[in-house]
């Protein structure tokens, strides 16, 4: 563990080649992880789990981790149970996209304008998971009277 991971969120995100659904978790994980919340937040490779990876299994177990599951596998929530990591919550694309489904996500490869605001909404749940983590913690922290 570096100096720089202190403290971090881990998200997670489906790992899904060829599905609209896999792009569209990695890409709102990326929007958090690199731009809205660099220093509060870590992604894992999930394929790392899925092998064993000792230093990937060892984060999950020591960081609070939001699974972003492309599809009904769980792959992502599978994986960091398996690795007795520390799941605080857990989204699915194709779940959230049940509200969506007037946005046309185009493919894989190119999710198209609407795809990337579908990416852009599912950042908006992980960040609406990230506050109630944060206001959790902050209510075990405040002494009972």
Do not use: W
């Not at 990326?30 to 660099?38: A, G, K, Q, R, T």
């Not at 992604?43 to 230093?55: A, N, W, Y």
Request: charged share 30%; aromatic share 6%; net charge negative.
């Amino acid at each position: 563990m570096t100096e720089e991971d202190k403290e971090k969120i881990l998200i997670i995100p489906c790992s899904g080649i060829g599905k609209p659904s896999g792009t569209i978790s990695r890409l709102a994980t990326y929007y958090i992880v690199e731009d809205i919340l660099p220093e509060e937040t870590n992604t894992v490779c999930l394929p790392l789990l899925v092998i064993g990876d000792e230093r990937g299994r060892q984060m999950v177990r020591q960081f609070p981790t939001i699974a972003v599951d492309g599809c009904y596998y769980k792959c992502a929530t599978k994986s960091i149970q398996t690795a007795q990591g520390r799941l605080a919550a857990s989204l699915n694309v194709l779940q959230l996209y049940r509200d969506y489904v007037h946005l046309e996500v185009k493919s894989a490869v190119d999710l198209g304008p609407e795809g990337e605001k579908f990416a852009r909404i599912v950042a908006g749940k992980i960040l609406g998971e990230i506050e109630k983590m944060k206001r959790e913690k902050e209510e075990c922290l405040i002494p009972s009277s």
